[in-house]
């Protein structure tokens, strides 16, 4: 299963609030995925960003009136409709929402609103005091009892000079929902562990021994798990990552806080992908204030952090454990040996000295070793391609476990 949205046809709806130039961000990531995009804009719409924009980046003409001459709109409406595999509107005004949750329909996109049953998603943007009026959230409680997805806004400086919530949200957290909307769940009922990120042994309160691990595989993960509706729970080390929709996150800092928070989590779950770099050694005594430079050489004492994967490996009962080998030299023996060693179902290896396979990298090149000896190296990809490859690896051994 891959993230993406290839052969799938989206309508994005355009009503007229100013957030509608992020609209094109929008248009331009959807359509990245593979996507077909129609483009419905509102009149009012068109005062803010011209149809010419969205024509050019869709590759198709925009709906904008019900009875414009010479483009068959009296009935494109009813075709868009059937054949939307998913709606958005972004943004979507105060307006227009209320037009949706009342069934009006005097305009080519609240007509369509009416015709359309595919899934529904409803970006509101707008003023703070409209965004928090009792009609705008009655109707917008309205709508998600009905089944529509309601991305909320997020808050700050507003274009109209006030600061509050109201603000469109992110184009990135927009195509989440999408996403989510459209990914098959084959997860569904399933509970799902995920680590990430470094974690950090402090020496002093300024200073500690880490590592260069963004986070970025484990969220990735994280985020695609939830997707395919699954239940998440997130654990992740320091990491300047923004927590996925739809997962729980647990921030911790050391690995012992690390180790704390999984064992407290793991006969919850069915399956462990512990992506997580957790240190090995932590000093073994902490100052509680700054060392100061001296003249003297410091000899800096290590212990052993507990080993969260062995001990995972000792506990689990009928749970799928999956690991992750980040090696600089002879991966493969290394990683099989981790593999057998700490009773795994199946490890994750990548060279992080390859390039596009480090650390904090967009992509990653990993080989899967499975527990029966099977070797699946795979090829260079985004790490959320990787992270939906994994995914599906660990729904089939799943399926295996004796109780499925």
């Known amino acids: 299963m891959s993230p993406s949205l290839m052969d799938k046809t989206i309508v994005l709806g355009i009503s007229g609030g100013i957030a509608a130039y992020k609209s094109v961000e929008l248009l331009r990531r959807i359509t990245q995925m593979g996507a077909s995009v129609r483009v419905i804009m509102t009149e009012n719409a068109r005062q803010f960003v011209g149809p010419l924009t969205f024509e050019a980046l869709s590759g198709y003409p925009v709906c904008s009136d019900l009875f414009e001459k010479g483009a068959n709109t009296s009935i494109q409406h009813i075709e868009w409709a059937q054949t939307a595999d998913a709606v958005v509107i972004a943004p979507a005004t105060a307006n227009i929402i209320a037009k949706i949750a009342c069934g009006i329909a005097d305009d080519a996109l609240s007509t369509f609103m009416l015709a359309v049953s595919a899934p529904r998603i409803i970006c509101p943007a707008m003023n703070s005091a409209m965004y928090l009026n009792e009609a705008v959230q009655e109707n917008l409680k309205t709508l998600q009892q009905r089944g529509y997805q309601i991305v909320s806004p997020g808050s700050g400086q507003l274009a109209c000079g006030t600061s509050g919530p109201g603000r469109l949200a992110d184009p990135q957290e927009i195509l989440d929902e999408l996403l989510m909307a459209l990914t098959p769940k084959d997860l569904a009922g399933n509970h799902i562990l995920v680590t990430a990120g470094p974690t950090r042994e402090h020496l002093d309160p300024v200073r500690f021994i880490s590592n260069p691990s963004s986070g970025k595989m484990g969220f990735a993960i994280a985020a695609a798990a939830a997707q395919r509706g699954a239940s998440v729970i997130l654990i992740s080390g320091p990491s300047s990552l923004p927590d996925p929709p739809h997962v729980q996150v647990i921030r911790v800092v050391s690995a012992q806080e690390m180790a704390d928070a999984v064992f407290d989590h793991f006969d919850q779950v069915n399956a462990v992908i512990k992506t997580a770099a957790v240190s090995d050694y932590r000093p073994q005594t902490c100052s509680p204030h700054k060392i100061k430079k001296g003249d003297d050489e410091i000899v800096l004492t290590l212990e052993k952090t507990t080993d969260i994967l062995n001990t995972l490996?000792?506990?689990?009962?009928?749970?799928?454990?999956?690991?992750?080998?980040?090696?600089?030299?002879?991966?493969?023996?290394?990683?099989?040996?981790?593999?057998?060693k700490k009773n795994l179902d199946m490890i994750v290896g990548n060279l992080v000295s390859e390039k596009g396979s480090g650390f904090a990298t967009e992509t990653n090149k990993v080989t899967l070793f499975y527990k029966d000896g099977r070797v699946e190296p795979l090829s260079l990809m985004p790490k959320d391609a990787v992270s939906h490859v994994i995914l599906d690896r660990v729904a089939a051994l799943l399926m295996q476990r004796p109780e499925a």
């Not at 009962?317 to 990683?335: H, K, N, S, W």
């Open 313 to 340: 490996g000792m506990r689990k009962r009928c749970q799928i454990l999956v690991g992750f080998a980040a090696e600089t030299q002879d991966m493969p023996a290394y990683a099989q040996e981790k593999l057998k």
